[in-house]
């Protein structure tokens, strides 16, 4: 980083001029035990959501392990079939409502979508805040569940009529759906969130054809929330409420219907995965121009298929029900809906690679990642061609094939490039560089861990082994290339504490990052590492899609919002033109206290309908807390000091 | 010594082959023994050749993009491109998406075509139709017939006709299985409140493993069934068998066996037909004797196995819905010795 | 670090409020070398003969929620629900009425079910293995909300009767002379 | 945009105003999202109700349909309430705060009543839940949206509380109209409700 010595700062900003310690002062964020539950700024929000996600990632890789060695060889005695059933569907829930969702789009998300808009705080960080406690406490009520036996142990989806009433006694499946209610409460909130952030909180100059490709993912991925998520809820509901109260919905005897169960959570479930994907995507369109040093070719074109690959997303939920004996006519539908879904992400390929032509690689770590990802990501894309059409399908669905698939995909689509993010924005977060040779140790050691357990799957699945069995009889000849999934284990294991390694290591003698350490163009690089909580000095103006690499020499800055109370710009959706200015909320323990009601509704109504309407008045309580309005809009600048210095 | 070294080797050897790609295994969709699964196959090589192309060329061009552009030094940075030959790029995007949408359009083609093949008719005349119901966790198998006393009512060995269409109707008892015997044709789920239908015709004879595919609770993984394809006379003779009632008994210790049978646990779940056993609970016991496997083909059907299974099954499947029967161990040798002599 | 510190306190605490036994699943309980063992017997109606002794310790099997809920589905295999309906009576008596003829206590229905009762009731003796009565009795006591509310079962897959165990309010159970139990 | 030419280009936002009233405003867009949520579950328990119809053959199943009239009067109640909501929208941005004072109080009035004969309905549904996969959608339905219907009412009852104090003024005043947005969204998806509730039984 020598080249950039020029860039570097402390990563503690001090404010110097008299505007700097005035603004510091009104988006002062408290500190200490309480304050913490008060803190509403969004790069504190977004730094909490990745690092609950990651150690929800650690957790789940803890479950995947174990069961790992269960099954390295026949007939073995690691787990019983009641603790291996529970402990697969809770790595898989774990991954997905509590890793891959959380950190690709809520962490991600809430933490740069503000900088990369170029405004000072998210659009109603309170509800950020409130959803980041429900996030968690769905974390907790699935984790106490499993540590308590009553982990949830009917599959990440649930079907019916086996998680039902008649066949998952107790309340391991309702500690599922209620888990449910909370991440998705939490996502749909933090989907709104951003969504607006996004539509009303752009520097102004960034109209909607200069926005960077992460805007538009997040934009898109937030709208696929706010479409997918609510039948995700609907679906567990009518659980909940089958479990409870005995409603009907999926009881065949009077009327009721299995399948129906299945509709609703794919028309959730494939979207999921796009809105784990996309993020992923996101990344990779923001990273590939910095280590290219040339714009994305095709920018358009990455777009549409985005939005396109947001409409798709929906079309094609039947795919994971190719096997139920669906007729012939909409099976052919959706094998052509799931075919034509393919198109967007190749042309995104096409597109990246097209930039790499064009560009100058740099041999940086987070581009490593890249590769790693387009490598992983690719053999998870074709092995989804095969499983489209539909009689591949109906042999290899839910074998070990599916296994391999989905986490070529989703480790691919996620993980991969969710390494490439951290290792790009970490000196964002902390202000210090990440150690590159540890980064390639991390690298190398996941890159072939994972495709020794993985790719081995592929065979093991066509070799018959469907998934989610405890245990497998010696004479299937399963045995040798369950040794080989389980040995990438160990580099698996290796690799992420290398990275745990590095990750504290760098946090505190790493290489000071300054402002932008990788000469990238977006504008979360315009500010100081780790970013002041008013983000922006002075709040930027934009003239391209790469806001530094196309700025004017004399960029124009916004001024005329006041230092003295927190005010943000709000800006038209399309061209980006300010409209007005808002007076946004400060720190309130308020959503913290809400979540706390809210919590222990949900709880509660897992084991008595009663709690909801005990629950409800304290819920309008700590809503009415929350919303009150406070002082006088706008506030004079003594009563805004009044209110935010004590407050 | 130089034998055994040469015997090590060659049970390396055997290990590696188990292993690799290039063994199809014993329950396995690259080992088709009947047309469906055959066209699933060859459909499967097509498609993968396929996309091992495009993965090929994707990673090739990918690949030498970065490395011809590579800055090993990265100090000072390179410019910032502002107008670089997009033309070219253009091209490549263009015509790399005309390729993937005509592969895709094959794909889709091919992959209708293959599914008409496979799920063929299942209203055929000549068929062998075999009513199988899922439970937690074994098969039932009904070979229906419109006489009642001709039909045959066995579990999770399903006997077949060489060369004949079998149509398969699906049915669950409880929760959602699925039907899988990949040497043979693709998956179906048994669905509670739906019955599907699907048929194959097994080529060659022999015994076909089979899986339940849709996770169904504790025991999903012990809850196999087998195939056993035959030519059709001998067919025939297992059906006129299991249409038969139970043999009775003819020496003292099968006597006592049956009234082991009769005088415990086992009647309030199970069937033999010709006594008063008539439960319906778990699988039909009239001939059992007759049977390779125990439990889902969990266990073989010898002595040894049975007397484990019986006394305690819940060691073997544990969550299975067998009650553990402790028992004297005169007694249970007689009714073992009954139980085996249900041929 | 002390608010790690603080939340694993609190993760501890929810911990030891929440292990219980509902959710154990019961697989082989009690061990079968320690089982009564069977013996031959040709009569299945036996009323009055045979008397067990009224088993003593609380029955287990009601703090588990997947018991009960097994008891549920033998209810119905052995054939139970073909005189008592799903609890609702026809040729036996109702179970989800507060009258007891017999005693409520799980010892009372045990031996219900094990030695049989006069004008029908047949002894089940031999034939369901002590543990599955175990789990019947459980059952049957949820029926009128004699049991916890998390460990009685939800309704079930097929035309049942309302309300669910789970749903039910708990009947004082009366002796057939109209009076209440006697608490034990 | 105005450029003052001075030691750098400068973009000067300080004219602008602090309230802005209809989609202008941040807390409308976020409202319309929030609909589109609720909206999308409304519209996946419709789904779900017609496919369990396609498995059933007769509806409603074992039940005769809900009896109709106060359904019917509760309709009537709710295109009536959004006379004061529309009010409302009028004479916010003008800033009259006693008007928009009684009109809240009128529509909190509105929202009581439809509640108040919510209850009927519920007593004349001619079905209980846990009859069967239809009563239990029905029940679903009308569930949810009473409680988006109570839910409206507390927001408006405590708009109205605000709009007591002197604190209603400039952005509470936008919030006051975009309640009555609120409103809409509860009368069109209880006018779908009721219609699927009321009258798909009769003919479906």
């Known amino acids: 980083m020598s080249s950039h010595s020029v860039l570097i700062s402390e990563p503690k900003v001090i404010p110097t001029s008299d505007s700097a310690s005035r603004l510091a002062r009104t988006w002062r964020q408290p500190s200490g035990f309480w304050g913490w539950f008060s803190n509403v700024h969004h790069t504190a929000i977004g730094t909490r959501y990745m690092v609950t996600a990651f150690i929800f990632f650690l957790l789940g890789g803890v479950l995947a392990a174990v069961m790992r060695l269960q099954l390295t060889r026949p007939e073995n005695n690691v787990l019983g079939p009641d603790a291996y059933n529970q402990f697969f569907t809770v790595h898989g829930s774990t991954m997905i409502f509590l890793f891959a969702v959380p950190m690709m789009f809520q962490g991600f998300g809430v933490y740069l979508v503000p900088l990369v808009c170029g405004t000072r705080n998210i659009a109603f ?167 290219t040093r040339r714009h994305i070719f095709g920018y358009t ?17 039947v795919h994971h029900m190719f096997a139920t004996g669906i007729p012939q006519m909409s099976a052919s539908f959706f094998t052509a809906a799931s075919l034509v879904i393919v198109i967007p992400t190749a042309v995104q390929f096409f597109c990246w690679i097209a930039t790499v032509w064009n560009g100058r690689i740099q041999p940086k770590l987070p581009m490593l990642w890249l590769f790693g990802f387009f490598f992983v990501f690719l053999i998870g894309g074709l092995s989804g061609v095969m499983l489209a059409s539909v009689p591949v399908d109906w042999q290899v669905h839910d074998t070990f094939f599916v296994v391999a698939h989905f986490h070529y995909v989703l480790i691919g689509g996620a993980v991969f490039p969710m390494f490439a993010g951290l290792y790009f924005w970490i000196p964002k977060i902390t ?69 745990l390694a590095n990750f504290f290591y760098s946090k505190k003698y790493g290489e000071l990052a300054g402002d932008n350490p990788w000469a990238a163009g977006s504008l979360e690089w315009a500010t100081a590492s780790p970013p002041p909580h008013y983000n922006f000095l002075d709040l930027p103006t934009v003239n391209g899609r790469e806001a530094l690499w196309d700025a004017e020499p004399d960029q124009a800055i916004v001024v005329g919002l006041r230092d003295d109370v927190p005010e943000v710009l709000v800006t038209n959706s399309l061209d980006s033109d300010p409209e007005h200015k808002e007076e946004t909320v400060g720190p309130s323990i308020w959503p913290f206290l809400t979540s706390i009601t809210v919590s222990a509704t949900f709880v509660g109504s897992i084991f008595t309908a009663w709690a909801i309407p005990y629950g409800a008045p304290f819920v309008v309580i700590t809503l009415i807390g929350w919303l009150w309005p406070r002082g006088h809009s706008p506030m004079t600048r003594e009563e805004a000091i009044e209110e935010y210095s004590h407050g | 010594m130089f034998t055994l070294s040469r015997i090590g080797g060659l049970s390396h050897l055997l290990a590696i082959y188990q292993a690799s790609p290039l063994n199809p295994g014993r329950h396995s969709t690259l080992n088709p023994v009947a047309p469906q699964a055959g066209n699933i196959e060859w459909l499967y090589w097509v498609i993968f050749w396929i996309c091992f192309g495009a993965f090929v060329i994707t990673i090739l061009v990918f690949f030498t993009g970065a490395a011809r552009k590579y800055v090993r030094q990265a100090t000072p940075l390179p410019p910032i491109k502002e107008h670089p030959a ?61 006489q009642a006393n001709l039909t045959v009512t066995t579990a999770n060995e399903f006997h077949v006709p060489v060369g004949k269409k079998v149509v398969v109707l699906t049915n669950s008892n409880d929760v959602i299985h699925s039907f899988w015997a990949p040497n043979i044709t693709g998956k179906r789920d048994l669905i509670p409140g739906y019955s599907s239908a699907f048929s194959f015709e097994v080529d060659k004879p022999g015994i076909y493993h089979g899986q339940c595919a849709e996770f169904c609770g504790l025991q999903h993984a012990h809850m196999g069934f087998s195939v056993v394809a035959e030519p059709e006379d001998q067919f025939a003779a297992w059906q006129n068998q299991q249409v038969a009632p139970a043999r009775e008994p003819t020496t003292a210790e099968e006597i006592r066996g049956r009234t082991v049978f009769l005088t415990h646990a086992c009647v309030m779940c199970h069937t033999i037909r010709g006594t008063d056993a008539g439960s319906r609970v778990g699988p039909d016991l009239t001939h059992m004797g007759s049977r390779r496997m125990i439990a889902a083909e969990t266990l073989p059907n010898t002595r040894g196995a049975l007397a484990g299974w019986i006394l305690d099954p819940q060691r073997i499947k544990p969550g299975s819905r067998m009650t553990p029967n402790p028992m004297r161990p005169d007694d249970l040798q007689d009714l073992i010795t009954y139980l085996e002599s249900l041929q | 670090m002390r608010l790690y510190v603080q939340l694993g306190i609190v993760i501890a605490l929810a911990l030891i409020l929440f292990a219980c036994e509902r959710e154990q699943r019961i697989f082989r309980n009690p061990p079968p070398a320690e089982q009564t063992l069977n013996t031959i017997q040709v009569s299945g109606l036996n009323p009055g003969a045979n008397p067990i002794a009224t088993p003593v310790p609380p029955n287990t099997y009601e703090e588990s929620a997947y018991a009960v809920a097994e008891g549920q589905k033998l209810f119905d295999q052995y054939n139970c629900s073909g005189c008592h309906f799903h609890g609702g009576g026809g040729i036996g008596p109702p179970l989800m009425d507060n009258n007891w003829i017999y005693g409520s206590e799980p010892g009372n229905i045990f031996a219900t079910i094990m030695q049989g009762r006069p004008n029908g009731m047949p002894s089940f003796r031999n034939r369901i293995p002590e543990s599955q009565a175990w789990e019947i009795v459980g059952y049957v006591r949820s029926l009128s909300g004699l049991l916890p509310k998390d460990v009685s079962p939800g309704r079930s897959d097929d035309i049942s009767a309302y309300p669910s165990p789970q749903s039910m309010t708990k009947q004082t159970p009366i002796g057939v002379t109209g009076n209440p139990e006697q608490p034990k | 945009m105005d450029r003052i030419c001075g030691e750098r280009a400068v973009l000067d936002v300080s004219g602008l105003p602090n ?69 409302i929208q009028k004479k916010a941005p003008s800033g009259d ?52 219907l109570v839910t409206e009412w507390i927001e408006t009852l405590v708009i109205f509380g605000v709009s007591l104090t002197d604190k209603m003024e400039g952005t509470r005043l936008a919030d006051a109209a975009i309640n009555s947005d609120y409103w809409y969204f509860v009368v069109v998806s209880g006018f779908i409700v009721n219609f699927i509730i009321y009258a798909t039984p009769r003919f479906l």
């Open chain 1, 125 to 291: 960080p309170r509800l950020a805040a409130f959803s980041y406690y429900l996030f968690l406490g769905g974390g907790l009520l699935l984790w106490i569940g499993l540590l308590t036996n009553t982990g949830a142990d009917a599959g990440w989806f649930s079907y019916v009529p086996l998680a039902g009433p008649a066949f998952t006694p107790g309340k391991r499946a309702d500690f599922w759906a209620q888990m449910i209610t909370f991440t998705e409460v939490s996502a749909l909130g933090t989907a709104i969130c951003i969504a607006v952030t996004i539509l009303r909180h752009r520097a102004p100059g960034m109209t909607l054809n200069r926005m960077p490709i992460l805007l538009w993912e997040k934009l898109v991925i937030s709208f696929m929330v706010i479409f997918a998520m609510p039948a995700v809820m609907v679906v567990s509901s009518m659980l909940l409420l089958d479990r409870l109260v005995s409603t009907q919905f999926f009881n065949p005897a009077v009327g009721g219907d299995a399948l129906l169960y299945q509709h609703l959570f794919w028309f959730f479930g494939h979207p999921e995965v796009y809105i784990i994907f996309l993020p992923g995507t996101a990344i990779v369109s923001s990273l590939v121009p910095v280590f």
């Open chain 1, 301 to 317: 074109l990455i777009v549409l298929s985005v939005v396109a690959t947001g409409f798709l997303g929906f079309g094609v939920w």
């Open chain 1, 431 to 499: 202000g210090r560089m990440m150690n590159s040779t540890l980064g390639h140790w991390h690298f190398w050691l996941f890159f072939i861990g994972f495709n020794l357990t993985f790719f081995t799957m592929h065979f093991l699945g066509l070799r018959g082994m469907p998934r989610r069995i405890y245990t497998y009889s010696p004479d299937m000849h399963w045995n040798a290339l369950n040794v080989v999934a389980t040995s990438g284990v160990a580099f698996m294991t290796a690799a992420i504490l290398v990275f």
């Open chain 2, 86 to 146: 997009d033309g070219i790029a253009a091209w490549f995007v263009g015509g790399a998406i005309t390729v993937t949408v005509l592969s895709l359009f094959a794909v889709l083609f091919m992959s209708i075509i293959t599914g008409k093949k496979v799920e063929g008719a299942t209203a055929e005349r000549n068929a062998v139709t075999i009513q199988v119901t899922g439970h937690q966790w074994w098969w039932e198998a009904t070979y229906p017939n419109w």
């Open chain 4, 19 to 87: 309230v802005a009233f209809g989609h202008k405003n941040v807390t409308w867009l976020a409202n319309v999202l929030y609909m589109t949520i609720e909206g999308t579950m409304f519209a996946l328990v419709i789904a779900s109700y017609f496919y369990l119809r396609t498995r059933s053959t007769d509806w409603p199943p074992g039940n005769s349909p809900p009896y109709i009239w106060f359904g019917v009067a509760n309709s009537i109640l709710f295109l009536l309430s959004v006379l004061p909501a529309r009010w």
């Open chain 4, 97 to 148: 705060r006693a008007a928009v004072t009684i009109g809240l109080f009128i529509l909190a009035i509105f929202a009581s009543a439809c509640i108040a004969l919510r209850v009927y309905e519920f007593t004349t549904l001619n079905c209980r839940w846990s009859d069967n996969a239809y009563a239990s959608c029905i029940w679903t339905l009308i569930g949810v949206h009473s409680g988006h």
